[in-house]
């Protein structure tokens, strides 16, 4: 019989993610089909409620407990071995490099100059605020900081000198060292800015595999180019860079910024000492402006570096549409702006100026392309580039979608993400179907899964591994040449880039 | 080079050239992965500030805003507390020290320990020690007619920390009592400061206790009409006693000053015994110094209201409407009422922030248990508030024995929780057990509620009914919910909007 049972653990605090991290180890367990950990804050217990997962006991919780959750037919074994994997954690946790305060870990490491912050977003900020006073640069990875504090945040760096990382920044290469979620790349000439972790990786990655380097990638965090934060970490990093002597050039990454900061962004851009290449996805393209990622990276050559075959649609239906299923935002955006320009209609619960929105999809835009690091996929799971096995859902149901004739991925390995992505999309893909699969992967070959090794799982596997995220969408859109439902003949080396313009 | 380069950019680039050193707070795994690169990195275990208690989480972090600011007002308020030199100099009526304690004809004031509270939620001990106070004082022939009189609303309650004072348990003071005064004579240090508490009358059945027969309201008769007066005079012959070297002298010696004042008892009874004799020759000779010095050598509790008068020297220059320093989170008071436990900050002036004391847990003597214990009850949680008490358990060890497993090594963990909720260590006042480290001291309310470490306070425990007397000892616990409200109105003080 399939039942929900909790388990309480009075005044138990892990964080969260490695809470997931259990939890999505529990669903692989035989006999579990759902299972949870959370503290029993009452957000927290809604959400429960609400997969039908909270029963009187988890009810009971107090916010600082911790509720296990699991439905399935063998739901107490589950909260048997959700038990031991919290003990063999926690006894991880307390291993002797570990300080219980700021201040011990700050007397540890003499010569400290970075602090990586990954707390709950309302605390973020006051851990923020401590670094910067004891002089070290701040990383926030945190999101739900409020912007007012964003601002404080970093006009309180810029006094001191200091660089303020976020909040929302995930990715970072400071002196060649990937921090957070972040890959390893060589060191070169190229200094990046970044308002976008999986921009960053992605433009860093293609940089690598060309055989260049890059000298710092510095994350500002998602909002740094909003109106409110008026870009001033972006200028910030800009400063830093032009007087870094092992930058020669720089990039800067963002979605459009408002127009008051793209003017003072450019602006600054013209005055610089070094050449710079703004990357602001779906804007208009222009002097020193490049609309995708591919771009930035210096690799204009359109289809280039893609080596994979023509692509045949497997399947008859004339209905055959593609299918996006990605785990970086940035990715996902890129992917739409590339198939934009080859004049498809496309929707999207993430949509760059241009495309639509979910409600149009089908009727008016056949293309669908899906954000899952969005907050409506995430509420109460992990990210997707930590457990992209949540993408194995989506994954599923596109396979049994007749309306879907190519299903379009990224894969994003390095630090931070899952340790064999490929691994675990193959699994899905085992089942007979009739779809393309194109998938690019943003990685390099010093990474810790390898990038070479992971392209080689998909290949194997069948999926078409294109030399680019925006490859990965040429090649799809390619598939979608109207009247051409099958063998293209890899038109898109020939395909003029202005036909959509 | 500093005034042309912008220092914005020497720092930066200070990072850009050098490998990045890392304290990572949070997640494990950013440092796992640092650390097998090779990159330097320190974990930071991090757990969210009172864990459970969101609303003052949210507070504590809208409070790192204003570190700078709270920091500099505590230093302050840590150079007043350290500097303080508390001496006690004399004995005298509590209603001629506090002219406030001296009404009109037919309108009368009572002190109570505690927060401020009204007759009818008082405890069945602050209640009976009220009445006794009052036949005391002859307001009322006797104890129903007191009861009657304290209930008719014709009685004036305020706490003791309002006018100055403190006292023990139920800390009943009334004007006629004996209060011993000390004085702070620290550099710097506001010069009209005096504390007063009234004179410790023993142990067993005694009014701070809540009896109130006629033995117990003979003895405060004679610590009125003998014992103060001539303590009175022995101090004023000495020119004073100071507190702080014999504090010193007592930790070394086992006390803590709560529970234990073997030592700091025999050391005030030791300095003053020349004086006593001296001012005896012109009272009435040596009937009354006999039974002066045996009253003092028959009460190992002789010193504790000493050393209250002089927690209240010593916190009074940073705490009320007058003192208070703006911005400062240090905790000025602690003390309950039986009913309530209460705090007060330096920098929320008078107010009070309350909550349902607790039950202390410790050791009930011979025929007594829990079912017979009134809640924590007395101001003498100044001695905690001050780094003294469970602060200095460390020193202490022999008072283990009342909280449980005894052991040594419990004591000196119960000093290092403790500062783990203070801003420093008081230099004078160092336990040998601990090296030489000085007693935690200057509570401060952010650490508090960040950690949701509980004050803990050495106590004695009263019976619920009055007239019984002491019952047993532990420790109690200082209620979150105090500081939490504390913190609250401390951030409102700053800005902070709900």
């Excluded at chain 1, 009075?10 to 006999?31: C, H, K, Q, T």
């Excluded at chain 2, 050791?363 to 602060?391: C, H, Q, R, V």
């Excluded at chain 2, 358990?393 to 419990?410: E, K, Y």
Aim: aromatic fraction near 4%.
């Amino acid at each position: 019989m399939i039942a929900a049972k909790n388990r309480v653990r009075r005044g138990f605090y892990a964080d969260s993610v490695a809470l997931m991290r259990i939890a999505r180890e529990l669903e692989s367990a035989p006999g579990v089909m759902r299972a949870s950990l959370m503290i029993g804050t009452p957000s927290n217990k809604a959400l429960l409620k609400e997969s039908g997962l909270l029963t009187k006991d988890g009810a009971s919780a107090r916010p600082d407990d911790l509720i296990i959750a699991v439905k399935g037919s063998n739901a107490e074994e589950g909260l048997v071995l959700a038990e031991q994997l919290l003990t063999s954690g926690t006894a991880k946790t307390e291993s002797r490099d570990s300080h219980a305060t700021f201040a011990s870990a700050l007397g540890a490491l003499t010569g400290a100059n970075l602090a990586l912050i990954s707390v709950p977003g309302e605390f973020a900020a006051a851990e923020a605020r401590r670094a910067l006073e004891h002089g070290l640069h701040a990383m926030v990875f945190s999101d739900n900081v409020p912007l007012a504090e964003e601002v404080a945040l970093k006009d309180f760096a810029a006094q001191r000198g200091l660089l303020m990382m976020g909040p929302d920044c995930g990715t970072a290469l400071i002196a060649g060292v990937p921090i957070a979620f972040a890959n390893a790349v060589p060191r070169g000439d190229i200094g990046i800015v970044s308002a976008s972790g999986t921009g960053l990786q992605e433009v860093s990655c293609l940089i690598a595999r060309d055989g260049r380097g890059i000298s710092h990638g510095i994350g500002v965090g998602g909002r740094d180019l909003s109106k409110e934060v008026g870009g001033r970490m972006t200028l910030a990093a800009l400063d830093a860079l032009e007087a870094d002597a092992a930058t020669q050039r720089i990039i800067v990454i963002s979605k459009p910024p408002a127009p008051s900061v793209t003017a003072k962004i450019v602006a600054r851009a013209k005055r610089c000492r070094k050449p710079v290449t703004l990357c602001l996805l779906g804007a208009k393209a222009g002097p020193m402006i490049v609309r995708t990622l591919e771009a930035a990276a210096g690799l204009t050559g359109v289809g280039s570096f893609s080596k994979a075959s023509p692509v045949v649609l497997k399947s008859k239906n004339k209905h055959n549409s593609i299918r996006g299923l990605f785990c970086g935002g940035t990715l996902c955006a890129e992917a739409q702006i590339v198939l934009m320009e080859h004049g498809l209609k496309l929707s999207s619960n993430a949509p760059v100026p241009g495309a639509r929105g979910l409600a149009s999809h089908v009727k008016g835009a056949p293309h669908l392309l899906l954000d899952l690091g969005d907050d409506e996929y995430t509420r109460g799971r992990p990210h997707p580039m930590i457990e992209p096995a949540l993408r194995n859902e989506h994954l599923e149901r596109a396979l049994r979608d007749k309306s879907v004739g190519v299903i379009l991925l990224d894969m994003v390995i390095g630090y931070g993400a899952h340790a064999d992505p490929a691994g675990l999309l193959v699994g899905a893909l085992k089942k007979k179907n009739n779809k393309v699969v194109i998938a690019s992967v943003t990685g390099t070959e010093g990474d810790p899964q390898v990038y070479s090794l992971q392209v080689k799982k998909l290949r194997a596997a069948g999926v078409i591994v294109a030399a680019s995220n925006a490859d990965a969408a040429r090649i799809a859109a390619s598939a979608m040449r109207p009247g051409k439902p099958s063998p293209a003949p890899r038109p898109r080396r020939s395909r003029p880039r202005s036909r959509s313009r | 080079m500093a005034s042309k380069t912008p220092k914005t950019a020497i720092s930066r680039s200070t990072l850009l050239r050098a490998a990045p050193r890392v304290v990572n707070v949070g997640l494990r795994a950013f440092a796992t992965d640092l650390a097998a690169r090779g990159i330097a990195v320190a974990h930071v275990d991090w757990r969210p500030p009172a864990a459970g208690r969101e609303a003052s989480g949210r507070v504590l972090a809208w409070l790192g805003r204003h570190e700078a600011r709270i920091a500099k007002a505590n230093a302050e308020g840590l150079r007043r507390m350290l500097a303080a030199n508390p001496v006690l100099v004399d004995v005298q009526p509590a209603g001629k020290v506090m002219s406030e304690l001296v009404k009109p004809v037919g309108k009368h004031v009572v002190l109570h320990a505690g927060p401020p509270i009204d007759w009818r939620r008082m405890c069945g001990p602050m209640q009976g020690a009220v009445a006794g106070a009052i036949v005391f004082e002859g307001w009322a022939p006797d104890l129903a007619s007191a009861t009657k009189l304290a209930a008719s609303g014709r009685i004036e309650f305020h706490p003791n920390h309002r006018y100055g004072a403190v006292g023990p348990m139920t800390g009943i003071t009334t004007r006629s009592m004996p209060v011993m005064v000390v004085e702070n004579r620290g550099e710097g240090i506001n010069a009209d400061n005096r504390a007063y508490c009234m004179i410790n009358e023993g142990l067993g059945k005694v009014l701070r206790f809540g009896a109130n027969d006629d033995e117990v309201l003979g003895r405060i008769r004679w610590l009125r009409d003998e014992f103060g007066p001539l303590l009175g005079s022995a101090l004023r012959a000495a020119g004073g006693l100071e507190l702080a070297p014999l504090i010193s002298r007592g930790l070394a010696m086992g006390d803590e000053m709560h529970q234990r004042n073997v030592a700091c008892s025999a050391l005030t009874l030791r300095a003053l015994a020349p004086h006593f004799a001296s001012a005896a020759r012109n009272l009435d000779g040596a009937e009354t110094l006999a039974r002066s010095l045996a009253f003092i050598a028959g009460n190992e509790q002789f010193f504790l209201n000493i050393g209250m008068a002089m927690g209240k020297a010593i916190m009074d220059p940073l705490s009320g409407p007058h003192n208070g320093i703006e911005a400062c989170s240090l905790v000025t008071a602690m003390c309950r009422n039986g009913t309530d436990f209460g705090v007060r900050l330096s920098g929320t002036g008078d107010d009070w922030f309350s909550a349902p004391v607790e039950m202390p847990q410790g050791l009930y003597f011979p025929g007594y248990s829990e079912k017979d214990a009134n809640p924590d009850m007395g101001d003498s949680a100044i001695m905690e508030t001050i780094g003294l008490g469970a602060f200095a358990m460390a020193s202490a060890p022999a008072v283990m024995g009342f909280v449980g497993a005894g052991r040594a090594s419990d004591a000196l963990a119960f000093t290092r929780a403790m500062g783990g909720i203070t801003l420093a260590k008081n230099p004078r006042w160092t336990i040998p057990a601990l090296d030489g480290e000085g007693v935690p001291a200057g509570i401060d309310v952010r650490k508090v509620a960040a950690s949701g470490v509980q004050p803990a306070i050495n106590t004695g425990i009263a019976h619920r009914k009055p007239g019984v007397g002491q019952v047993g000892a532990g420790v109690a616990r200082a209620p979150l919910a105090c500081f939490d409200q504390a913190l609250l109105a401390f951030a409102k003080s700053l800005g902070f909007k709900k």
